[in-house]
C-alpha cells in the first residue's frame, strides 16, 4: 500500500477537477490564526500548586554526615499542619512545616524522595531533588603481585569466585560462553559447560549451594548445582554484568551507577544502592565480589577496582591494576580489566578478559606500608 505522508500525495488520488479546490481548502485552513475557544483565556495551563519548598534548593549538594532540613510553606500563609516522608530506605511523620534527615539514612546520590504535605485540609505531594555526596574522597591503593598462575587465554572472564579452593568462571562472548570450574594453580578446566549460542554470559556467583549465572541482554539468570548442572532459571528486567553475594542476598551491577539487591530464592528485587564518589556517580560498575565486608567492583575499560560501603553507596578506595597486564600487546576493551575472587584463606586474586594469567595480588594504600 502507497503511504500517505502530505497533502500532495493525497491530491494525487483525488480527481483533477477537485485537486485545486481541494488544496485550496488545505492552504485556507493552514493559514492565520485560529480563534481561541469562548472562556479558553480563563484556562489555567496547570494546576496551581498552593506548598511551596522553601528548602533545600533543587540539585544542592549534600555530603553524608550533613543533615538535610526540609521546609514547606503555603503560598497563602496557611499552617502547615504536618509531614509525610519517604523514600525506599525512610519513612518519617512529623507536625509541622520541617523535617531533619541524617543524609547517611538516605545513601549517596539522588534519593527518590517522596513528601506529602498537610495543610488546610488538603494535601500535595513535593518530590524534592537533592544529591548527596561522601564526605571524603576515595583512598588511593595499588598492589603488589604475590604469584602468578596461567589463565586460558580462550576465557573472555566476566564472573570468578571460589567456592573452598575450586575456582569457578562466566565467560562471556556469544556462542563461546561458557560456565566452568578449574584448578586454578594449573589452569585446567575440571568442568566445563556451554550456553546456547544465542547466551552471552556475564556475571557468576555462589549461594546456598547454587550457582548464579547472568547473561548480558537475555534477561536470563540460571542456577546449576555445583556439579554445574543446570536445575533452573529466572527471567527479570536487568541488563546483566556482574553478580556477587552478600550474606543472603545477591548484589547485580548493570553497567550504569545502581547496584540492585537481589533475593536468591525468587530472583526479586529488595533494594537499589547508587554508587557515588565524592565527586559525582561512577558508572561501568561490572564484575564484583564481596571482601572483607565491603564490595569490590571492576569499572569496565579502566585497570580500576572501586572499594564501595554498600551500606550508603559510597566508594571508599580504588585500587590501581594499571600495569598487571602489558597493554602494548593486550590494547583495547576487549581486554579490560574483570575479574575478582577471594580464596577462603583471604587471598585476592584478579584477572582480565583473554588474560593469560590470573595473578594474587597485595593490596596496600599508595603512600602508606
Not at 85 to 112: F, I, M, Y
Not at 335 to 353: Q, S
Request: aromatic share 12%; with cysteine.
Amino acid at each position: 500500500m502507497r503511504k500517505i505522508n502530505s497533502y500532495t500525495s493525497v491530491a494525487g488520488f483525488l480527481p483533477k477537477a477537485m485537486t485545486s479546490v481541494f488544496l485550496l481548502a488545505l492552504m485556507v485552513s493552514c493559514g492565520g490564526e485560529r480563534e481561541a475557544p469562548k472562556g479558553a483565556e480563563n484556562v489555567s495551563p496547570r494546576i496551581r500548586k498552593n506548598i511551596v519548598l522553601q528548602s533545600p534548593k533543587a540539585n544542592e549538594r549534600y555530603a553524608i554526615g550533613d543533615t538535610l532540613r526540609f521546609l514547606f510553606a503555603h503560598r497563602d500563609n496557611k499552617p502547615i499542619d504536618s509531614l509525610w516522608l519517604e523514600n525506599d530506605k525512610t519513612k518519617t511523620s512529623v507536625s509541622g512545616a520541617a523535617v531533619n534527615v541524617p543524609s547517611a539514612r538516605l545513601g549517596v546520590g539522588v534519593p527518590d524522595l517522596k513528601v506529602t504535605v498537610f495543610a488546610d485540609g488538603q494535601n500535595e505531594t513535593i518530590y524534592p531533588k537533592v544529591r548527596v555526596l561522601p564526605d571524603q574522597p576515595p583512598v588511593r591503593y595499588t598492589y603488589r603481585v604475590v604469584k602468578t598462575y596461567p589463565h586460558d587465554e580462550s576465557s573472555y572472564t566476566q564472573g570468578l569466585f571460589f567456592r573452598g579452593d575450586t575456582l569457578y568462571e562466566s565467560t562471556g562472548q556469544r556462542g563461546y560462553s561458557t560456565i566452568r570450574k578449574y584448578n586454578y594453580r594449573d589452569g585446567k578446566p575440571l568442568v566445563n559447560v556451554n550456553l546456547d549460542d544465542q547466551y552471552f554470559g556475564e556475571g557468576a556467583t555462589y549461594w546456598n549451594h547454587q550457582i548464579f549465572q547472568l547473561t548480558w541482554m537475555a534477561r536470563k539468570a540460571f542456577v546449576y548445582d555445583e556439579t554445574l548442572a543446570k536445575r533452573k532459571e529466572y527471567t527479570h528486567t536487568y541488563e546483566g554484568w556482574g553478580l556477587t553475594t552478600k550474606g543472603d542476598t545477591l548484589v547485580l551491577s548493570d553497567g550504569s551507577e545502581k547496584l540492585y539487591l537481589i533475593n536468591p530464592v525468587d530472583f526479586s528485587e529488595i533494594g537499589v544502592v547508587q554508587v557515588y564518589d565524592n565527586q559525582g556517580k561512577v558508572t561501568e560498575l561490572n564484575e564484583l565480589e564481596w571482601v572483607d565486608g565491603v564490595l569490590y567492583a571492576n569499572i569496565y575499560g579502566l585497570d580500576k577496582v572501586a572499594i564501595i560501603d554498600l551500606s550508603t553507596g559510597a566508594v571508599t578506595g580504588y585500587i590501581d591494576g594499571s600495569g598487571l597486564i602489558d597493554r602494548s600487546r593486550y590494547v583495547g576493551m576487549d581486554y579490560a580489566m574483570n575479574g575478582i575472587a577471594v580464596h577462603e584463606d583471604g587471598r585476592l586474586f584478579l584477572t582480565g578478559k583473554w588474560w593469560p594469567s590470573l595473578f594474587e595480588v597485595a593490596i596496600y594504600q599508595v603512600g602508606g606500608n
